[in-house]
T-cell receptor, first 112, second 115 residues
Framework: ETGVTQSPTHLIKTRGQQVTLRCSSQ?????VSWYQQALGQGPQFIFQ???????GRGNFPPRFSGLQFPNYSSELNVNALELDDSALYLC???FGTGGEAFFGQGTRLTVV | GENVEQHPSTLSVQEGDSAVIKCTYS??????FPWYKQELGKRPQLIID?????GEKKDQRIAVTLNKTAKHFSLHITETQPEDSAVYFC??????????????FGAGTRLAVHP
């Protein structure tokens, strides 16, 4: 186990709704990155949070947003859900922005 | 310049044989190359990594080689066992403008080890 935990593990939402996913980083880690993994594909980088600020973003629209808290846990928020948002959402924590990344077990989001 | 190509997409071997997965990247600034193993329904697990100042790294039955000139790196698994069956992802990481790093993943290789 990596010490990175995500909640919930599974979620079903309706198109147009909003969702919040949560991630607790491994003890001692100050950086959280979020990834989207569609079925049969590799994870795609959404954004990274370092010391409570977003310091990098992938090719995702603004309706994907996030937060990092003083204890370095993080949230991923997705507004106006679309069917294509159905995927496994992974968070990874690391110490510093370039350190080894350890993944949580993921949240499986299904949009219907 | 961020993509990474991973081959093969599927690999089937007999128990005890070796398996090799290759990745090619294009970003010359990449300096960190991890490999992840993902079993069905589980999280990606870091199994080995290598940094750009090293050409080869080995950990028991797993080894990774890096050729920075040719911009490719490979995962080698020797004496494969059925529990090695999983999807393997290569990734690379480099510094991007703004000072952050991100992992760019390959599409994955589904390895099946048959008893």
């Amino acid at each position: 186990e990596t010490g990175v935990t995500q909640s919930p593990t599974h979620l079903i939402k309706t198109r147009g709704q909003q969702v919040t996913l949560r991630c607790s980083s491994q003890s001692g880690h100050n950086t959280v990155s979020w990834y989207q993994q569609a079925l049969g594909q590799g994870p795609q980088f959404i954004f990274q949070y370092y010391r409570e600020e977003e310091n990098g973003r992938g090719n995702f629209p603004p309706r994907f947003s996030g937060l990092q808290f003083p204890n370095y846990s993080s949230e991923l928020n997705v507004n106006a859900l679309e069917l294509d948002d159905s995927a496994l959402y992974l968070c990874a924590s690391s110490f510093g922005t370039g350190g080894e990344a350890f993944f949580g077990q993921g949240t499986r989001l299904t949009v219907v | 310049g961020e993509n990474v190509e991973q081959h093969p997409s599927t690999l089937s071997v007999q128990e005890g044989d070796s398996a090799v997965i290759k990745c090619t990247y294009s970003d010359s600034a990449s300096n960190y190359f991890p490999w992840y193993k993902q079993e069905l329904g589980k999280r990606p697990q870091l199994i080995i990594d290598i940094r750009s100042n090293v050409g080869e790294k080995k950990d028991q039955r797993i080894a990774v080689t890096l050729n920075k000139t040719a911009k490719h790196f490979s995962l080698h698994i020797t004496e494969t066992q059925p529990e090695d069956s999983a999807v393997y992802f290569c990734a690379h990481q480099g510094a991007f403008s703004g000072g952050y790093n991100k992992l760019i993943f390959g599409a994955g290789t589904r390895l099946a080890v048959h008893p």
